[in-house]
């Protein structure tokens, strides 16, 4: 049964009915009784009562925003969930040395590199390598970077302490804390990535949810439970089976299980290959790829393409993306090397490492983290504004609410007019907001957007006209 407010002039009310049930005479208006028993009482009840609909709410989960940090975080502690700290910052450094190896040099997962003391604070900020790396000495001279005259390792790290203090810029990154055999020198070429800020109770309050479902690592709400925790800053996460039509892979004995996030960590990467001939796909080493940023002496489009993995596995570690140079273009001689220096969604990587742990068994399934596709969304509106409000201020404000309140969507939620109406018509200053294109970027229609389970919806400014 529900539980209500009631005020205290309610139970003033319920008082005086109680008090002249027994004795009609009694005055309720003036005198002792109201100065001593019934308003008195009425406020202490009415306090009383505003606690108990306050746990009220906690156990049914109404109106979150009212709650206090630690009520929820005592509440889902009976599910033991703690709440998330927030997001690991990722990047890569670089070992390096000035002559060629003599042996093969490795790299352990785990190792430990930090920045240098805060001159203000003392603080540093510590990362770790998230995976093994070596260099061959059969093969050392393709780890050699002509700009920097040595021999560089590119591996990936992640912050120890979550939110943005691991977010550290260029050449930070640079004191080992153990000793660094075979290499002279370690640092980050890259800024590391951006990261999630502490859970808020409504992230918190989801993951209750689902726990409740299931907590076993080898079920859907389980493995969905564990990134959610693990990894807050993978987003929304979706979880299918073999049986899905989108899982078009067998997995290693027909038990595929496709994990897709739409949150992602841009890593970037820079390596050597050697040109073997035009119109042959080059496969980059660190997959998924999010985009290629250069490659020094030839033109994205004229000389060589950016190809983007179709198959199955698209978006994973597994996936082929990579570059091919065109006929017409320009190209290394045949044998030469060459340097590519991409953005790689590193999240997407350490997500499947999870999966690598004994600790994390899902049970003799075959699961691939993928990232999800993202949905290019274009609005055009006429808008008019109300007398005495400036057009440019308004037709800014309304760009804003719109870019937040679609870039905020999860996975498999369309993009509805009439929610963007409702968004839009809270502003002030606007008479009439009507749309001339609703639709994906390249389309000029003007109706709602189906979003798939797999995909999500994102706007740029750039995507929404208001004339």
Do not use: H, W
Not at 100 to 126: F, H, K, L, N
Request: charged share 20%.
């Amino acid at each position: 049964m529900p539980v209500g407010k009631i005020t205290a002039d309610q139970f003033v009310t319920r008082l005086n009915n109680a008090i002249q049930s027994r004795n009609s005479s009694y005055d309720l208006e003036v005198g002792p009784i109201p100065d001593l028993i019934t308003n008195p009482s009425a406020q202490v009840f009415e306090k009383q009562n505003d606690n108990i609909v306050k746990v009220y709410n906690l156990i049914t989960l109404n109106q979150f925003e009212t709650f206090e940090d630690i009520d929820v975080e005592n509440f889902v502690y009976n599910e033991a969930l703690l709440r998330n700290q927030g997001g690991r910052s990722s990047g890569t450094v670089i070992f390096s040395r000035a002559t060629p190896p003599t042996v093969d040099i490795t790299i352990q997962r785990g190792y430990p590199i930090a920045t240098s003391p805060d001159e203000e604070t003392g603080a540093t900020v510590v990362f770790v390598t998230t995976e093994q790396k070596t260099m061959p000495v059969a093969t050392y001279p393709s780890y050699y970077n002509l700009n920097t005259s040595r021999y560089e390792l590119e591996v990936a790290v992640q912050c120890v302490v979550a939110g943005s203090a691991g977010e550290v810029g260029a050449d930070k990154i640079t004191r080992p804390l153990r000793p660094l055999s075979n290499f002279d020198t370690v640092t980050n070429r890259n800024r590391t990535s951006p990261a999630t800020e502490i859970e808020t109770n409504q992230a918190l309050i989801d993951r209750y949810k689902i726990s409740i479902l299931g907590t076993q690592i080898a079920t859907r709400n389980g493995m969905q439970l564990l990134i959610e925790t693990k990894f807050p800053d993978a987003g929304s996460v979706l979880v299918v089976n073999a049986d899905d039509p989108l899982v078009t892979r067998t997995g290693s004995t027909g038990n595929a299980v496709d994990i897709f996030i739409n949150g992602s960590q841009s890593v970037t990467r820079q390596e050597t290959y050697q040109f073997v001939n035009k119109e042959q796909l080059i496969v980059l080493q660190n997959q998924p790829v999010i985009g290629i940023i250069d490659v020094p002496g030839y033109v994205l489009n004229t000389d060589y393409i950016f190809v983007k993995d179709s198959s199955g596995v698209s978006n994973s570690t597994n996936a082929q993306d990579g570059i091919k140079f065109l006929a017409a273009g320009s190209s290394p001689a045949i044998g030469n090397t060459f340097t590519i220096k991409y953005e790689q969604d590193g999240l997407v990587e350490n997500i499947q490492n999870l999966f690598l742990d004994n600790d994390y068994d899902v049970g003799g399934q075959d699961p691939l983290v993928r990232s999800a596709l993202q949905v290019d969304v274009t609005i055009s509106a006429i808008l008019t504004v109300l007398s005495g409000f400036s057009f440019t201020t308004v037709s800014n404000a309304a760009r804003d609410v719109i870019l937040n309140y679609i870039n905020a969507f999860g996975l498999g939620e369309d993009v509805e007019r009439s929610d963007i109406q409702a968004q839009v018509r809270q502003i002030t200053g606007i008479d009439n907001f009507v749309f001339v294109v609703f639709d994906k970027v390249g389309g000029t229609g003007n109706s709602d957007i189906i979003i798939q389970k797999n995909e999500f919806a994102r706007i740029t400014s750039g995507d929404i006209i208001i004339s």
